[in-house]
């Protein structure tokens, strides 16, 4: 008895829909932002992240009303994330009803965001979300990618973790690169090396192609919180019969 | 002027949305106002004090808009409800910051150990306490009404709540030691989770606590 592993379904929102690609490509829409947000409440998930993934910052507000819309209909955690640059993005995001920001690009750019946001607004708020990929020509063997994976930064994905919590971030969302869109499970060892490495809670991401994946990001990667997009959105899995199996497999869920 | 039922106490920290949004979902008649204005808490039938962030900025900017003496009154004299910092803010002294609360109840407000926290299966536990954990019901009171024993709720926060008086103990929860999810006294309420954002269960709370005459 005690805290749950969350499962968190990830909606990515671009031009006002939800889509999905393969390694960062290759977009497919999956549906209405708001008709979804319902749908994985009524099914049981702990949690839902929206990823503003729009390319230009024309249709950046966007977001901004499809928050305030699921805010008022959907009473679970919501994080948002994508193009955060600056403290005022993490209120204007907080003020549309987000309970959490995710940071991204900007923690490497401007570290400093990172500390003042977590600092005026709480750590609980304030999300890192890392993407890293396995590489060869570094003395470490995960590095931090930005701008939606096509920058590499020379930075330990490790290190990195251990920095942005030290700054204040009160959790962290680690996504694998090599793993995302593939479907072959999360990147177990990187998950486990950070989260040993911090004390705040670590979201797995990437890679996501079945139930059993789930467990093992929990089991092996040492996740808290299990979050996955194309499994729910193309209606191959419920969140509830993730959780039963999950349950089934020795996991405490809600 | 328009009668106030509820007033969800604004000191400029966090996100108020959620909870005035589940406030007007649940109750969907009454009139919910968000406000820092002390003569508005004074005249609303019903106070939610909810809370997010640092315990001394919360504290620093509740005075900065002269709603200390507001908020004292309101959990003597009408159903008050306090949520996560507006439950830790009701005693007396946090370790966050060494911040002095507001004293309205004997006690401390202490830091998880984050060192050393497992659970049964030897997983480490994190800090802050992040997700849905169960709630124990030690006692029935009004507020849990059609709410199970041991039902989850949604967590976030660092620091829990020691009540010198172990009578205000209303609710517990484990992490991994137990610890004061829940305190209740006459016309007072106050948890540490978030019923705002727990789904169901905190729905029917914030439901119980609209209906509530105690």
């Known amino acids: ?254 | 002027m328009k009668n106030i039922d509820i007033a969800v106490v604004d000191y400029g920290m966090g996100n108020l949305r959620s909870v005035s949004k589940a406030l007007e979902h649940v109750a969907p008649d009454l009139n919910v106002v968000v406000t820092s204005d002390p003569q508005q808490i004074h005249q609303a039938n019903r106070v939610v004090f909810p809370g997010q962030g640092a315990m001394p900025d919360c504290i620093r900017e509740l005075d900065s808009r002269g709603l200390r003496q507001a908020v004292i009154e309101a959990t003597q004299q009408k159903p008050f409800l306090g949520i996560c910092i507006g439950l830790q803010m009701l005693f007396e002294r946090s370790e966050e910051g060494n911040a002095a609360g507001l004293g309205v109840f004997a006690g401390q407000v202490k830091r998880f150990a984050a060192v050393d926290m497992h659970d049964t299966e030897g997983r480490k536990l994190k800090v802050p306490h992040m997700g849905w954990n169960q709630v124990q019901q030690p006692n029935q009171h009004p507020l849990w009404q059609d709410i199970a024993d041991n039902e989850r709720f949604y967590y976030v926060h660092s620091y829990y709540v020691c009540p010198d008086e172990s009578g205000l103990v209303t609710g517990i929860t484990d992490y991994p030691k137990p610890f004061t999810c829940a305190i209740a006294k006459d016309n007072l309420f106050a948890v540490q989770f978030h019923p705002e954002k727990s789904a169901k269960a905190g729905l029917q709370l914030l439901r119980n606590f609209v209906h509530w005459n105690p």
Not at chain 1, 17 to 38: S, Y
Not at chain 1, 68 to 82: C, D, K, N, R, Y
Not at chain 1, 100 to 115: C, E
Request: aromatic fraction near 6%.
């Open chain 1, 1 to 254: 008895m005690g805290l749950a592993k969350r499962i968190i379904p990830c909606l990515d929102v671009t031009n006002g829909r939800v889509v999905k690609g393969v390694n960062f490509l290759e977009l497919r829409d999956a549906g209405d932002p708001v008709e979804i947000a319902q749908r994985y409440n009524d099914q049981g998930a702990d949690e839902l992240t929206f990823l503003d993934i729009t390319a230009s910052s024309d249709d950046r507000d966007l977001i901004l009303h499809i928050i305030e819309e699921v805010a008022s209909q959907v009473f679970i955690p919501l994080t948002v994330g994508g193009g955060v640059r600056q403290v005022e993005d993490v209120r204007r995001l907080l003020n549309a009803g987000a309970d959490k920001v995710s940071i991204n690009t900007t923690a490497v750019l401007n570290p400093q965001v990172v500390q003042d946001a977590a600092s005026r607004f709480g750590s609980q708020c304030i999300v890192v979300a890392i993407d890293a990929k396995k590489v060869d020509n570094q003395p470490f063997e995960w590095e931090v990618f930005t701008h939606g994976g096509r920058k590499a930064t020379g930075l330990d994905a490790v290190k990195w973790a251990q920095h942005m919590v030290s700054l204040g971030a009160g959790e962290l969302l680690v996504t694998s690169m090599d793993r995302d869109g593939t479907k072959i499970g999360f990147n177990n060892p990187l998950n486990r090396a950070i989260s040993d490495a911090v004390d705040v809670p670590l979201i797995a991401s990437g890679g996501v192609g079945n139930l059993q994946h789930l467990v093992d990001g929990v089991t092996l990667g040492g996740a808290d919180a299990v979050l996955a997009a194309s499994i729910f959105h193309y209606g191959e899995y419920t969140v509830q019969q993730a959780k039963t199996y999950m349950q089934q497999h020795g996991l405490e869920v809600r």
